[in-house]
C-alpha cells in the first residue's frame, strides 16, 4: 500500500467539522487531536465529539490523545470506534497493556514519541503496535514550523521496524506540508499528518492529492 495522508482537524473549523472533513474527501484517514491541556499546553475536543463525528463521517478516524492518563481513556475511544487509537508512550503506564486492550478492542494500535524521546522506548513493544508516531513539532499547537532534527530519527524509527520484520505504520505529525514531505518520505515515513497544509487551502482534497503524490515519487525513488 502507497503513503497515506491524514489531515488533522486541528487546524480545521471547529464550527464546521462535518463540512470541513467533507472538504478533506481525498484522505485516507482524518486525524483527531484530543489534547486535556495537562500533558500538552492546549486544550483541543475529547471522546463526546469523536462520538458525534463517528456517526457523521465515513473516513476512518486516527485519534492521536495527548493526553493523561492514556492508559484509563483510550480505551473508550476505541469502543466509541475510533479505527486508530494513538497514545503517548511518555504517558502510558502499562504501555504494552494498553496496546493490547486497544487490539481487542478491534482498533489500530499506536504509539507516539515527542522530538525528545528516543525511538528505543518503543523498541521491546513493536510486536503490539500496528503504527509508530514519531511527532516532527513538540505536540500541543498547530502550525509549528517541521524540526529537521527529526529527519534521522524517522529513519532510525523506519531500520527499527524494518529490522523487526513486523507490519509496524511509520506516522509522522508536525510541519508536514508540500516543503517537507519528500524528506519525511525518503527518511521512511508512510503515513503523513498535515494540519493547515491541508485545511489551510483553497482546496484540501487537491492539497492531499499533491502531498499524497509528492510522498509516492519519493518513496518510489528512495
Keep these: 500500500m502507497g503513503p497515506l495522508i491524514a489531515p488533522s482537524v486541528l487546524s480545521a473549523d471547529y464550527a464546521n467539522l462535518q463540512s470541513e472533513i467533507a472538504r478533506a474527501v481525498s484522505a485516507d ?25 463517528l456517526t457523521r463521517i465515513e473516513l476512518p478516524l486516527d485519534c ?11 480505551p473508550l475511544y ?16 502499562a504501555p504494552v497493556r494498553l496496546a493490547r486492550e486497544l487490539r481487542r478492542i478491534g482498533a489500530r494500535a499506536g504509539v507516539a514519541l515527542k ?3 528516543p525511538v528505543d522506548a518503543v523498541e521491546g ?4 503496535i500496528d503504527l509508530l508516531l514519531v511527532m516532527t513539532v513538540e505536540p500541543g499547537f498547530g502550525g509549528q514550523a517541521f524540526l529537521e532534527m527529526c529527519l534521522p530519527k524517522i ?9 523487526s520484520g513486523l507490519e509496524v505504520w511509520l506516522q509522522v505529525d508536525g510541519g508536514v506540508s508540500a516543503e517537507t514531505i519528500e524528506r519525511c ?21 487537491g492539497a492531499i492529492d499533491n502531498l499524497r503524490a509528492l510522498a509516492e515519487a519519493r518513496s518510489e525513488t528512495g
Design 29 to 53: 484517514w482524518v486525524h483527531v487531536d484530543v489534547m486535556d491541556n495537562h500533558f500538552v499546553p492546549n486544550l483541543t475536543i475529547g471522546l463526546p465529539v469523536v462520538e458525534a463525528l
Design 125 to 128: 513493544m513493536l510486536a503490539e
Design 185 to 205: 518520505a525518503d527518511a521512511g515515513a508512510d503515513v503523513f499528518v498535515a494540519g493547515s497544509a491541508v485545511f489551510g487551502a483553497d482546496d484540501p482534497a
Design 78 to 93: 476505541a469502543e466509541a470506534g475510533a479505527d486508530g487509537v494513538t497514545f503517548h508512550i511518555e504517558a502510558a503506564g
Design 64 to 74: 492521536h490523545l495527548m493526553i493523561e492518563n492514556p492508559d484509563r481513556w483510550a
Design 155 to 163: 529513519r532510525q524509527a523506519r531500520e527499527l521496524v524494518s529490522r
Design 115 to 117: 522530538p525528545a524521546t
